[in-house]
């Protein structure tokens, strides 16, 4: 694998640095729907339904929920730490930026368009939400 | 990055104190965020006060740093103590919550509302006034049927607004992110208030976040939507998606040709909604029809209208499970005024104001399973190991006076 496909570029929303494993959601994240005391997602006919989000970086298209929930969610999972490390996103509305940069959970939008090629569930990432990038640090299988 | 007046830089830099500062660093980030090039006025706002521990933490931290609300913010339900002690007993963790929140909104110069509908009575905008509006089902109304201007708020970042009175101008706030994106004919008929409830729940599903512009092909009044269905439109688009603004062709202020709504003589893309899109949806997230143990309703928050409605079903009559009516205070009071409460409450039901189904005074219906007509309900309810059929609110009621939902009851009482 050359350099290149292990460095992408993002832009920052919540500023922070962190790494941990990926987790893919092909869904929309609504915070208050995962179990703050566990990070399991409770909400029925998700992709994620059963896994736990904890300490992941996640991955997913969007968040979706009330004006109220999301913050809610998310302050209840950072308080018993089963929040994410930080969140990429592909549609950041406003709701899950001020929920995230109040909370102060990394999140980043407009990553390049080879990182879902690239990265996988499990792979190990480096993301650097004050510069703007994204490494990948290790390959999960 | 975001050009800022010279009070703007004097709030970010804390010369008009700590509370006002972080409310400016934040907006300053969401700006940020989206690219905003600067910050614009507004002249409203409304904040989703919850008193969830999120909430609370969040309003508590900017009194204390002494901030002060620049345009007083109209406020969400959190649960009315008073009257829900009577029906149940309530924990003194859960009242004490209830007290600090309220505590804490008015030192910051909030309006204690307690409602979910403020676009109905105390907060209503007028055409291109740029607000904040936080409650995903009060955006889409101020947005789409008054043509005001905001994006769709967080509780928090609308607090930040009422607090440095301004907002970045991004989004919603800019004439080109509001027109339509998709056209969707709507084939159902769309008779009732409920019919939009499955609609807006519906539709996210069907096409995305984008914004619809709906054409009511065989709605027989084609210029007269109740205040009820365009409210639960909205909120069942924001329960199942993420939608801040829509149109409905010759009706909403910036819909009033095709072209007007798109901002385009071409329409990009075409949907149609039938009736049996809407009936498959409420199969998905009701609950199986049967016995029930009580009724809940006003999720938006009832109207004079619908409770109006409801009443005129058990009036005379004993309920045979325990109903639960939500409104705002205005409207109970008006209930009050016109002999509507009485009636209610001589059936065996309850109006309770400045409450949400999301709160805690609720626990002694946590493993039941009730009726309601509203999906956004449901959904958010899950959590609190809530049960609900979901149908219309006529057949809801119905349903509360013998006990059980069947699927054709409405007849049997015509």
């Known amino acids: 694998m050359t350099e290149k496909s292990n460095l992408f570029k993002c832009h920052k929303i919540s500023e922070g640095k962190t790494s941990g494993e990926v987790l893919f959601s092909k869904d929309g994240i609504c915070f208050y729907l995962i179990d703050p005391e566990s990070g399991v997602v409770i909400e029925r006919n998700h992709s994620l339904f059963g896994k736990s989000i904890a300490n992941k970086i996640l991955v997913f298209p969007n968040g979706t929920g009330s004006s109220v929930v999301q913050a809610d969610g998310m302050y209840q999972l950072k308080m018993h730490n089963m929040g994410p490390k930080a969140m990429i996103v592909e549609n950041a509305d406003t709701t899950l930026v001020a929920s995230s940069i109040i909370m102060e959970i990394p999140l980043v939008d407009k990553v390049d368009s080879n990182f879902n090629e690239n990265v996988k569930n499990k792979d190990i990432l480096e993301v650097n939400a004050i510069e703007g990038e994204i490494k990948l640090v290790q390959k999960g299988e | ?414």
Request: aromatic share 10%.
């Open chain 2, 1 to 414: 990055m975001v050009k800022l007046s010279l009070t703007e830089k004097q709030m970010l830099d804390g010369k008009f104190g700590k509370g006002t500062q972080t409310a400016m660093k934040i907006q300053v980030a969401i700006a940020e965020a989206f690219d905003a090039p600067y910050m614009v006025p507004i002249s409203r706002a409304h904040v989703a006060l919850s008193n969830q521990e999120a909430d609370l933490w969040f309003v508590e931290k900017l009194v204390s740093q002494g901030a002060k609300c620049k345009i007083r913010p109209t406020v969400n339900p959190s649960f009315n103590w008073e009257q829900m002690s009577q029906i149940t007993s309530l924990s003194s963790e859960d009242v004490d919550i209830v007290r600090r929140t309220d505590n804490a909104y008015k030192k910051i110069g909030a309006l204690m509302t307690y409602d979910c509908t403020p676009y109905l009575q105390l907060n209503v905008p007028k055409v291109n006034d740029v607000i904040s509006y936080s409650e995903s089902s009060a955006t889409p109304f101020v947005n789409s049927v008054y043509g005001a201007k905001t994006n769709r708020e967080s509780a928090q970042s609308a607090l930040c607004a009422a607090v440095t009175g301004v907002v970045p101008y991004y989004g919603y706030l800019m004439k080109e992110n509001r027109k339509g994106e998709i056209l969707v004919n709507v084939l159902a008929k769309m008779d009732s208030d409920f019919d939009f409830q499955l609609l807006g729940y519906v539709l996210p599903l069907k096409i995305g976040f984008k914004i619809p512009v709906f054409n009511f092909i065989n709605k027989e009044e084609k210029r007269n939507f109740s205040n009820a269905s365009l409210m639960n439109l909205g909120a069942q688009m924001n329960t199942s998606g993420n939608v801040a603004i829509y149109h409905i062709l010759g009706y909403t202020p910036e819909a009033s040709t095709l072209e007007d709504a798109f901002q385009s003589s071409k329409v990009p893309e075409e949907v149609d909604i039938t009736q049996e899109d809407l009936d498959s949806v409420r199969d998905k997230i009701s609950a199986p029809i049967g016995k029930i143990d009580f009724a809940l309703f006003g999720c938006p928050h009832l109207t004079f209208e619908q409770i109006e409605r409801v009443t005129k079903i058990i009036a005379g009559k004993k309920l045979a499970v325990p109903l639960f009516i939500m409104s705002s205070d205005p409207t109970m009071r008006l209930c009050e005024q016109m002999g509507v409460l009485k009636t209610i409450e001589e059936a065996g039901g309850n109006i309770i104001s400045n409450t949400c189904m999301d709160q805690p005074c609720w626990k002694f219906l946590y493993g039941k399973k009730g009726v309601t007509d509203s999906p956004k309900c449901a959904y958010y309810t899950k959590r609190r190991k809530m049960e609900f059929v979901i149908t219309d609110l006529e057949n809801a009621t119905y349903s509360a006076l013998e006990g059980e939902v069947t699927s054709d009851r409405k007849k049997q009482f015509v």
